[in-house]
């Protein structure tokens, strides 16, 4: 038996080697402006990479490993996992990397030309042409766009059966990650740029400049200041104690930029220790505090985040700025993520151009990692920093709040499974992370709807659905709708209401309804997370059933993720912005609000050597926490010429389970293990 052991691998590895090809991929055109023009050189060298499929990255299983630190009721809440655990338990199997080394090398080519990366990640090989083409039963073209830019592709590839398991995607196939110049502008892509004004990701809203900061609380209902928040959810802390141990990081991405003058101004009024101070610079892929454009387009977002962000964790807490993307090319939030875990830019499929920025910038005044510069600009931490791109560069802070969002419907169902994937593994390694639901209610960015529902099913890359002003359909807002973040819906003081009420247990606020309304609804995309089950169904039981809306306006499965998790003030915000105080709107608001809470109660656990608080939806939708928010009854968050969905007692996809109160969510948490 023992002899025969070889011979028998030896008869199932050739036969496997015969296993029949099937289709990898395929596209039905090429994108817009591009067209073929010849078949590529016989050759001509193509440097050849396999993906290998991660194992355990599916939702349930994320669910489940999250769960396992996250859950109030897990032996294993707050031992959170170490950046190294996280990767090599996302690793791809030896079993993979074997059977594709072994399948390229049973093809005819010599062994030692196959590199695997250090990651495990990827399998190298240089590949003529001829053999690529022989390796992946396709055939490779040079298209050229309209500019007069030039590509490698082809339109379909397939792989052996008994490989097609191990491997996610081939590059270079059927992706055109060529960068394309904007004819007449210096700008090099055709991605959303999240940071762009006008590219509908950033959200706070202007009203109007004032020339009269009240400060009595009684005003909270007109101008909400520093104080009106620390009266709103109890926010009164006697620390930071832990600061060298804490970390709080705010999320912008240029050309958003903060102006120092303004957060003086500000603090000069509102938290006089701050003067002079500046939030910690972590540059991703070139990100810089620009100050060449300078209006509420460009500093509106940035301005309020960090005045409001650093004023409630005081000067004794620094707090970090993550400055994403370049100038010219800007960036979106896999190039966050990219940063902040060196596993996710090189096990996976990398970034997509249609989306996401690619580094290095083919513009040369663009960024080109740590190389060009040598060690005096961008010290090269790692290898994948030294090819352009920043990856694994930051260490994660333990709370991340953004003010940035895309509607789902701008981006795939792959796309955004593989991103929300990340989020799960940060909050594996106890990171909070959290996003503003949106500003239009029911609506996505810029108030547009979709015309028919979008069911991920039958999604198609190259017509994606419809948005539009005049859409009826509920478009739902991304990363939000992502189960393995917190999402941070808005809400006001009612008109008239003293905040100072609060302490007589009457209800002061109510959903958003000044300006903006706060993002919510149902998902098309995720599905509905173990700890929000119960409150979905009581509130679709008790108040869609039957739907007041016609089939198909959004998606009433009843088994898809619901959002905002909880929610802040967000509405009349004095902010300094460009020189003068204004008022401003939006869940932009009330998300760095949250995060400067979550970032005081990790202060007093991390004090007391207990860990961060990490990924906190499994704790707050568990009935101890039940008490902790203030719950919010009234109010709706209309769109798409509906009044959206209501403000109930309880969870809604308005407010969720309502506004914090910091100190019965301190209290908690510090009992916590
Ligand atoms: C492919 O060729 C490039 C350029 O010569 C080289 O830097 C790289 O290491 C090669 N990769 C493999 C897998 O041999
Ligand atoms: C800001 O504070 C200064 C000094 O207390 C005060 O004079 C000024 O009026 C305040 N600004 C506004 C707009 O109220
Ligand atoms: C996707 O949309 C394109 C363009 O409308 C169309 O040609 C193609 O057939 C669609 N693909 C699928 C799978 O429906
Ligand atoms: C609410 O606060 C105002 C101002 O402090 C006070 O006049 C009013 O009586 C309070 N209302 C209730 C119901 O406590
Ligand atoms: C509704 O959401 C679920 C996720 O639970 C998804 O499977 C389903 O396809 C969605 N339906 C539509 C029409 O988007």
Not at 472 to 481: E, G, H, I, L, W
Request: hydrophobic share 35%; aromatic share 10%; net charge negative.
């Amino acid at each position: 038996m023992l002899v025969l052991f070889p011979l028998v691998v030896a008869a199932a590895v050739a036969a496997q080697s015969l296993s029949p090809s099937v289709l990898h991929a395929k596209r039905s055109a090429p994108p817009a402006g591009w067209s073929r023009v010849r078949r590529h050189a016989p050759d001509a060298v193509l440097p050849l990479r396999f993906g290998l499929t991660q194992p355990n990255i599916d939702m349930a299983t994320l669910e489940t490993l999250l769960n396992d630190v996250s859950h109030p009721d897990s032996p294993n809440y707050g031992k959170h996992w170490s950046p190294g655990r996280v990767a090599s338990h996302f690793a791809p199997s030896n079993e993979a990397v074997h059977t594709v080394v072994s399948w390229i090398a049973d093809s005819g080519i010599a062994r030692d030309r196959v590199r695997v990366s250090s990651t495990k990640g990827w399998v190298l090989l240089n590949a003529t042409v001829a053999e690529a083409e022989d390796l992946l039963k396709t055939e490779y073209h040079v298209y050229e766009h309209d500019s007069g830019t030039a590509h490698v592709a082809c339109n379909e590839y397939h792989l052996p059966e008994h490989v097609v398991p191990h491997v996610e995607l081939v590059t270079p196939t059927i992706d055109f990650n060529a960068v394309v110049r904007r004819s007449g502008s210096t700008s090099t892509s055709t991605h959303i740029t999240v940071g762009q004004p006008g590219a509908g990701t950033v959200n706070p809203v202007f009203k109007s400049t004032i020339s009269n900061i009240f400060s009595e609380l009684e005003h909270c209902d007109t101008q909400t200041t520093p104080d009106c928040l620390r009266a709103l959810y109890d926010f009164y802390y006697l620390g930071p104690f832990a600061a060298s141990k804490n970390s709080y990081a705010i999320v912008e991405y240029t050309p958003q930029a903060y102006r120092g003058a303004d957060l003086d101004m500000f603090f000069k009024n509102f938290s006089s220790g701050l003067v002079g101070s500046r939030p910690v610079l972590e540059s991703i892929d070139g990100g810089v505090v620009q100050d060449v454009a300078e209006s509420f387009s460009f500093n509106g977002e940035s301005n309020l985040d960090l005045e409001y962000g650093m004023t409630l964790v005081t000067e004794r807490q620094p707090v970090t700025l993550y400055q994403v993307g370049d100038l010219e090319e800007g960036a979106s939030f896999n190039n966050l993520l990219d940063a902040l875990d060196g596993a996710y830019c090189t096990y996976e499929g990398g970034d997509d151009p249609t989306q996401d920025g690619i580094y290095p910038d083919s513009d040369p005044s663009g960024y080109q990692g740590c190389v060009v510069f040598f060690l005096a600009f961008f010290p090269c931490s790692n290898e994948f920093a030294a090819a352009g791109n920043d990856c694994g560069t930051i260490t994660p802070a333990h709370v991340i709040s953004t003010s940035y969002g895309y509607n789902e419907a701008d981006l795939s169902p792959f796309y955004t499974a593989r991103q929300c994937a990340e989020y799960a593994k940060l909050g594996m390694q106890g990171v909070t992370v959290l996003y503003s639901s949106g500003d239009n209610g029911v609506a996505g960015n810029n108030g547009l709807c979709l015309t028919a529902p979008n069911d991920p099913a039958t999604y198609n890359t190259s017509s994606p659905p419809v948005q539009s002003g005049s859409g009826q359909t509920f478009n739902p807002s991304f990363p939000s709708t992502c189960p393995f973040v917190t999402a941070v819906g808005a809400t006001q003081v009612i008109p008239g209401k003293s905040v100072l009420n609060t302490t007589h247990g009457e209800e002061v606020e109510q959903a958003c309804a000044q300006v903006i309304f706060s993002g919510g609804g149902f998902s098309n995309y995720f599905g509905v997370p173990d700890y929000q089950k119960g409150v979905v169904e009581d509130y679709i039981k008790n108040n869609l059933t039957p739907s007041p809306y016609p089939a198909g306006t959004y998606n009433t499965t009843g088994t898809s993720r619901v959002y905002p998790d909880i929610s802040a003030n967000g509405a009349n915000y004095v902010i300094a912005v460009d020189g003068q105080f204004g008022l401003v709107y939006g869940t932009s608001a009330s998300t760095p609000v949250v995060g400067a809470m979550l970032t005081m109660i990790n202060d007093a656990r991390l004090f007391v050597g207990k860990s961060p608080i990490g990924f906190i939806n499994p704790m707050i939708y568990s009935p101890g926490f039940q008490g902790a928010f203030n719950d919010i009854t009234k109010g709706t968050n209309p769109g798409c010429g509906t009044d959206g969905f209501s403000a109930v007692k309880g969870f809604d996809p308005v407010t969720g389970l309502g506004t914090p109160n910091f100190l019965e969510l301190l209290k908690l948490w510090s009992l916590a293990p």
